[in-house]
């Protein structure tokens, strides 16, 4: 019996059965990345991310946190103009290697229309980001359509844009109450999968209601 | 028994957790610490990243000889064996800056851009448009950037003391031959092109590429469009006309079709005109652009445009009551297809066919000239990535031209006149960055031209030096050649290439998106000008390279769009002092196109609340010399001072989810009087006079209106 038991347990040491080393210590750091609120912290996760993927070659998760972590920078740290378009740099070198390597995923357009989204620094860029960023999501749409993130994005731009523009809170409204919907009901596919935006889809859509009011 | 499995066990475990700690010190070549550098075992998931002090410190299961490896954006990557069971207590890493970065110098003297992403940039795609005094014209854009000529009877670019057959205007690397719609006396001409089909507008005012021959003073290298981004339908309806245009989106593919109707009548009944026009101009255009990206992200660009156009008017000739009858009649064909994609990561090519076919007849009285122009250029040029910093360029050009003019004069008597010539071309160029500070352009263009039967060797040479986070010094030096005009080698091919040399020296600080400032002092020798006498039939005669002269100033620019919220203005001065020996001059003397101080300034500002943009443009400019004939002197009269004021606005509305533009200028606010120059009569009086005929704008005061819509 306590043979049996040893060899069950020498097994698992390396079965696959169990979760792997990789998707332990993603999962993990998945997770802190959630929770770090700080540019430091976020670069650590970055390079811890870049790390694994150098590893991991035939898988894109790796190479999509290190860009989300590179573009989650901007949130929380006050950046010039500058610095913004060299942080969104880095995710985009990342995100050029996902294109190569995950081209029917649709996070990566997702993610590709984030990073369009955050390069509108000032109003004269807005045209030629919205433009991206609304191709981009368009081919997110055509790959997975019950994906959050496209109706959240395209809320928040639509948000951001003047109402003379096409834009405005009344507008954005139903994107961003569809977005929560989804975000609501919806099953995360399994645990290395992008989950974020939620948060902030609630946030504008609070705000949108309040208009009303 | 089961003791031992134990022991055996805990053994075991206590290995796979043996653990080594490393750790040390991230620094630059001069010793500061670098924050934020992955440091790890190569192929392993053990590592850290450096903190504010450069320090980091990991710990690992791993055992032996590994592979220790550093890496960060904007630095080259680090990598040193390190032995485990004997760890090192603590490994200093030194990291070398890569030379390629975003903020490395760049060769800027001379170029004046408008892109997005240019540190040559001074403008941006769209100021082409927003640009009060433009009226979409790019050429009208350009003419408010240092170096240029204000010279409103013309229309076309004068560069740093050129004449205006010495721009020469590249399309996505390929020689578009007739930029410019015809010239006829008294009437200012403007751009070919749609200012909507560019991205990028690099405008060359001195020391450019040896990639570019056949420019004695300028290159315009328009870069357009990639593949359309969706489907878009637009109309524009115009005080002059209206244009249509389609564009169609597929997943790798795009189609655009436009065209255009332009009519003058209208002004001509409600504006007085200083012209006195019999056919106001009346043109068509047709424009078909396709773009195709391969698998292997390889971009085809196609592009082909059509116009006709027709206009005849009375301008006074100082001999008769009637005056000159001019009229033009011409259409032109041009398309340009291009091809660029990569061998491998390090080595891209460019290859391209461009031709322009134009068939012009002009009418001056009861005489006729008919001119019949192919232009056909190919090209071919590869760019390598040698190494980190080192950049080889080379390509070769063949450029055919088939010219043919009758002229038929008013007892139907006909003369013809015609050449051919094979304009073959060869080019080299590196480009070395010694640092992220340094870099040097040095290169070597040749040419051969069957028609003169001479060849050209053109040495260039350009340096930049970065000074301060967002400041740069810049130098120039080159030798550029171009082939004599039409108008001289149907008339002569025993002629040499002309020739001027450049020299240019440039500071620029700041940033196009705040504020910019540049300065930028040259001077130039010009050698082998074409000069003759007028001879019979009025001709051209005793053709020769007997002309030379020189040309030297000062430009600065000034731009800031940061002070004043929504406030974006630009600020330019030249001053020139320049002289020539050309064409029929009897001696050196400023040309009548030159104002030696020329001094514009255009603003803009974003009214929010309206969605609307006001602009204005005001230029002006000192007297230009003209030649009087009934004095002795040369070229010593001066004209008054040359000053306009343009508005415009254009408001913004969305229609679906396009943006449309409601967009209204005025030309000359203040009605202005301007004489630009004087023409004398061609025949003198019978007191032996000649009378002196005052050359103005068309119309005082231009008042422009256009509604485009896209849906």
Request: hydrophobic fraction near 35%; aromatic fraction near 12%; charged fraction near 20%.
């Amino acid at each position: 019996m306590k043979y049996l038991l040893l060899s069950l347990f020498l097994a698992a040491l390396t079965s696959n059965a169990f979760p792997s080393e990789y998707e332990e210590v993603m999962a993990a750091n998945i997770e802190k990345m959630y929770q770090s609120t700080t540019a430091q912290e976020l670069t650590n996760l970055a390079n811890q991310f870049q790390r694994i993927a150098n590893v991991e070659k035939d898988k894109w998760e790796p190479v999509y946190y290190t860009a989300y972590c590179h573009v989650r920078v901007i949130f929380f740290a006050k950046l010039s103009s500058k610095e913004t378009h060299k942080q969104l740099d880095q995710a985009q070198k990342q995100i050029d290697a996902l294109f190569q390597m995950a081209k029917k995923e649709p996070e990566v357009y997702i993610l590709q229309a984030l990073v369009y989204q955050l390069r509108i620094t000032d109003p004269t860029k807005g045209y030629k980001y919205s433009k991206l960023s609304n191709e981009a999501l368009t081919k997110a749409e055509k790959l997975d359509a019950d994906n959050p993130r496209i109706y959240y994005l395209r809320g928040s731009n639509t948000f951001h844009t003047p109402k003379m523009f096409g834009g405005g809170k009344e507008k954005a409204k139903p994107l961003l109450q569809k977005a929560a919907d989804i975000f609501e009901t919806q099953k995360a596919v399994n645990r290395l999968a992008p989950t974020w935006g939620s948060h902030h889809n609630n946030e504008l859509l609070k705000q949108c209601l309040a208009e009303k009011e | 028994m089961k003791s031992v499995l134990i022991i055996a066990l805990l053994f075991l475990s206590s290995l796979a957790t043996a653990q080594v700690t490393i750790g040390g010190k991230v620094v630059t070549t001069s010793g500061n610490p670098i924050p934020g550098v992955n440091i790890y075992l190569e192929g392993t998931y053990d590592g850290a990243s450096s903190d504010s002090d450069g320090i980091f410190r990991f710990s690992t299961s791993k055992a032996g000889i590994q592979m220790l490896t550093a890496t960060f954006i904007g630095y080259k990557t680090w990598q040193k064996e390190i032995n485990l069971d004997a760890p090192p207590a603590n490994v200093e890493i030194i990291l070398e800056e890569t030379i390629n970065t975003l903020d490395a110098v760049t060769i800027t003297a001379g170029s004046f851009a408008a892109a997005d992403e240019s540190r040559a940039s001074i403008m941006q795609p769209l100021d082409i448009y927003t640009t009060a005094s433009a009226n979409g014209d790019v050429m009208a854009a350009m003419r408010t950037m240092p170096g240029t000529q204000a010279a409103t009877d013309d229309g076309r670019l004068l560069v740093r003391g050129g004449d205006a057959y010495e721009t020469q205007t590249y399309i996505d690397g390929l020689v578009a031959a007739k930029p410019y719609y015809s010239k006829t006396p008294d009437v200012a001409t403007r751009g070919r092109f749609a200012p909507s089909l560019f991205s990028g507008v690099m405008f060359n005012s001195g020391g450019y590429s040896a990639e570019y021959g056949q420019a004695l003073s300028s290159v315009l290298i328009l870069n357009s469009n990639d593949i359309a981004t969706e489907d878009v339908t637009g109309i524009s309806l115009m005080s002059i006309g209206g244009e249509m245009n389609q564009t169609k989106r597929w997943e790798n593919s795009s189609l655009s079709l436009s065209g255009g109707y332009m009519n003058f009548s209208p002004y001509q009944k409600i504006f007085n005109s200083n012209i006195n026009w019999e056919k106001p101009v009346e043109a068509i255009n047709g424009t078909v652009v396709y773009r195709y990206k391969t698998k292997s992200n390889g971009l085809f660009k196609g592009y082909v445009t059509a116009d006709w156009g027709d206009l005849s008017y009375l301008t006074p000739n100082g001999v008769n009551e009637q005056g000159l009858k001019v009229s033009n009649t011409g259409s032109t064909v041009y398309s340009n297809f291009s091809f660029r994609d990569c061998f491998s990561e390090k080595t891209c090519y460019r290859v391209g066919i461009s031709s322009t076919y134009q068939e012009n007849n002009i009418g001056l009285n009861a005489d006729d000239i008919d001119t019949k122009e192919l232009n056909i250029e190919t090209r071919f040029a590869v760019v390598h990535d040698v190494s980190d910093g080192v950049k080889l360029t080379w390509g070769f050009n063949d450029t055919y031209n088939k010219y043919n003019q009758e002229y038929i004069d008013d007892e139907g008597q006909t003369y013809s006149l015609d050449f051919t010539d094979n304009l073959v071309g060869g080019f080299i160029e590196g480009e070395v960055k010694f640092s992220k500070n340094i870099a040097i352009r040095p290169g070597l263009r040749a040419e051969y031209a069957s028609v003169i039967n001479k060849w050209n060797l053109a040495p260039r040479f350009a340096l930049a030096l970065k000074t301060g986070e967002v400041s740069q010094l810049s130098g120039a030096f080159g030798l550029y050649h171009q082939t004599p005009q039409p108008d001289y080698l149907k008339l002569e091919d025993n002629l040499a290439f002309e020739k001027a040399i450049h020299y240019v020296a440039s500071y620029q600080a700041g940033e196009v998106t705040t504020r910019l400032f540049r300065a930028e002092a040259y001077y130039k020798t010009y050698h082998n000008l074409i000069t003759y006498q007028f001879g019979e039939l009025g001709l051209p005669a005793n053709l020769q390279n007997n002309g030379d002269g020189y040309a030297n100033g000062i430009d600065l620019f000034w731009r800031d769009r940061k002070s004043i919220k929504g406030f974006d203005y630009w600020v330019t001065y030249s001053f020139i002092d320049t002289k020539r020996k050309y064409q029929d001059f009897p001696e050196k003397a400023t040309p009548h196109f030159i104002s030696n101080h020329n001094f514009s300034v255009v603003g803009k500002y974003w009214v929010n609340k309206i969605s609307t943009q006001l602009g204005f443009a005001y230029t002006t400019a000192n007297g230009r010399p003209y030649n009087d004939p009934n004095t002795k002197e040369f070229m010593d009269k001066i004209t008054n001072p040359y000053s306009d004021l343009s508005l415009n606005l254009s408001h913004v509305f969305y229609l679906g989810n396009q943006y449309s533009v409601l967009y209204l200028s005025i030309n000359n606010v203040l009605g202005n009087d301007n004489e630009l120059t004087y023409r004398p009569s061609s025949i003198a009086d019978a007191q032996g006079d000649y009378q002196l005929i005052p050359v103005k704008r068309d119309l005082k005061r231009m008042v422009f209106i256009g509604l485009f819509l896209s849906f």
